[in-house]
């Protein structure tokens, strides 16, 4: 059993940057993939990025390619997402999730464990 807990959202303008982070607690994870959700009011939970427990072959959405970077912290079984030149359109709730898995997926149903999530909001 995983237990996932995000951090570091908040409010700020077009343009700027936030890092989230996703405390992991359970078992070990070294057969786990990592990634990280959104979920806009009245729409449908979206992959926003993936990454191996091991730090390796990161995967993004088009839509975050070139500003969103996913990362881990084996030592401080911590996960991040660093996000820059946020847009409006980036407004949501984001979510931390993981799986026992080799390959990253984009779907929600492939991740069992999920955080309870963290409000951006990217607004003037």
């Known amino acids: 059993q995983v237990h996932l807990v995000e951090s570091g959202g908040g409010l700020v303008q077009p343009g700027d940057s936030l890092r989230l982070s996703c405390a992991a607690s359970g078992r070990t994870f070294s057969s786990y993939i990592m990634g990280w959700f959104r979920q806009a009011p009245g729409k449908e939970r979206e992959f926003v990025a993936g990454?191996?427990?091991?730090?390796?072959?990161?995967y993004y959405a088009n839509s975050v390619k070139g500003r969103f970077t996913i990362s881990s912290d084996n030592a401080e079984n911590t996960v991040y997402l660093q996000m820059n030149s946020l847009k409006p359109e980036d407004t949501a709730v984001y979510y931390c999730?993981?799986?026992?898995?080799?390959?990253?997926?984009?779907?929600?149903?492939?991740?069992?464990?999920w955080g309870q999530g963290t409000q951006v909001t990217v607004s003037s």
């Open positions: 990454i191996r427990w091991s730090g390796d072959n990161a």
């Open positions: 999730t993981a799986a026992r898995s080799r390959g990253i997926s984009e779907l929600v149903q492939s991740y069992p464990y």
